[in-house]
């Protein structure tokens, strides 16, 4: 029945421009993909030629927001939609605002890849990886969800996020651990911190992303309402 | 000249809806100010009661963000809006999401007033209080600015924010200090850090209020800009 929605509304009159913005959030969506990669491996690889490209890299990601905003603005002025494809243009504005954040988290996280580590500190930045791992797998897997507007595959994305949080949780408790073992390791260890932040609100705006695309599919508002309301009314 | 913007503006057709809108924007201005005052109070007298009620406040928040989220895309589908009007209801837009993002870090800010500290730990929380009352009156002026569609005013917060990044990066030091002198007491001050990065963040969305307040004024999009080229827009 989405399939059939989104079908009817590609058929409609400005089928073409908004099947362009379509493909350039799918495109914006990709370049943020291979940057969240790309970090995640300069980390692991101790790799500062390639945190550096991601850092420059963030420069395109902005240009991609402004752009798809002002098609956006534009087909709003012109076409004047109303229904589900107001609410098309509206979730687009919303899912790139949110992508733009989590290119600017990504660029923190890249950061940290500046920095040096002992083999101690080594072993810390494995959990890390496993977090960024999971919080790319969770940015894919919204990213495709967009792609298809496929709410079941939205709901997946949204529950998530809880198992990225403990993930979180635990990653925090095992560094604080570590500093409080080795203080002189305190400001670089920080920096590890952060990252496993900006993980986390990545995975918090994979969330975020989930929920426009049930607003777009069912009509439905559902940013803070609890995971049995979300649920109940994706699935309605 | 941007009053007069302003007025002509307001003697257009949809007057009246806009207006409520603005009002709406300026209610939930003014709510997110009480929240981060009360969130700061709250940890400056160890009060967790009132850290509570922001805590709890912060649902009124979000309703407002999704009542006047609603009322700007009924207005979109109703009055078909070109131009400056458009691009006030986008900017409104982008006002409420950064305003509620705004409204879940006060969130978070509240959450360390329900630890205790020690006399050592009372004194670094004053620089917290200090870093705290210079991005509220930011908040403050920001929504003032907002009000009046003043771009010299917003200009002046958009600059500011350099400051606050400063004051947080002395926080940062300070407080990274301190837990190397006392490992002990890390999960603590880990808290404390968080705080000062909410405050920061903050900040940084109050520049971007500031930027949609030029956008809106002078038709420009001065996102991602350098502070020369956006003063530059601003001011032509």
Chains 1, 2 share one sequence.
Request: aromatic share 4%; glycine share 2%; hydrophobic share 40%.
């Amino acid at each position: 029945m989405d399939k059939l929605n989104l079908s009817k509304h590609i058929s409609s009159q400005f089928n073409e421009e908004i099947e362009q913005v379509r493909n350039h959030v799918m495109a914006m969506g990709g370049l943020i993909e291979r940057q969240l990669f790309d970090a995640l491996a300069a980390i692991a690889n101790s790799d500062s030629e390639l945190a550096q490209q991601v850092i420059a890299n963030d420069l395109k990601v902005n240009d991609w927001e402004l752009q798809i905003d002002q098609e956006c603005t534009r087909i709003i002025a012109k076409r004047q939609p109303a229904a589900s494809d107001l609410r098309l243009i509206m979730a687009i504005l919303k899912t790139i605002a949110d992508l733009e954040r989590i290119g600017d988290e990504t660029r923190r996280i890249a950061k940290v890849a500046l920095e040096s580590f002992n083999s101690a500190q080594q072993d810390l930045l494995v959990n890390l990886d496993n977090l960024g791992r999971h919080v790319a797998q969770m940015l894919h897997d919204v990213l495709d969800a967009f792609a298809r507007m496929d709410v079941e595959a939205a709901l997946t994305v949204h529950k998530e996020d809880k198992k990225v949080d403990r993930e979180y949780e635990s990653i925090t408790r095992q560094l604080m651990t570590y500093m409080i073992e080795d203080p002189r390791s305190i400001p670089k260890i920080m920096n590890v911190l952060w990252s496993a932040r900006s993980l986390e609100r990545i995975g918090d705006r994979c969330k975020n992303l989930s929920e426009y695309i049930i607003f777009f599919v069912k009509g439905k508002v559902v940013r803070h309402s609890s995971e049995e309301t979300l649920e109940k009314e994706a699935r309605s």
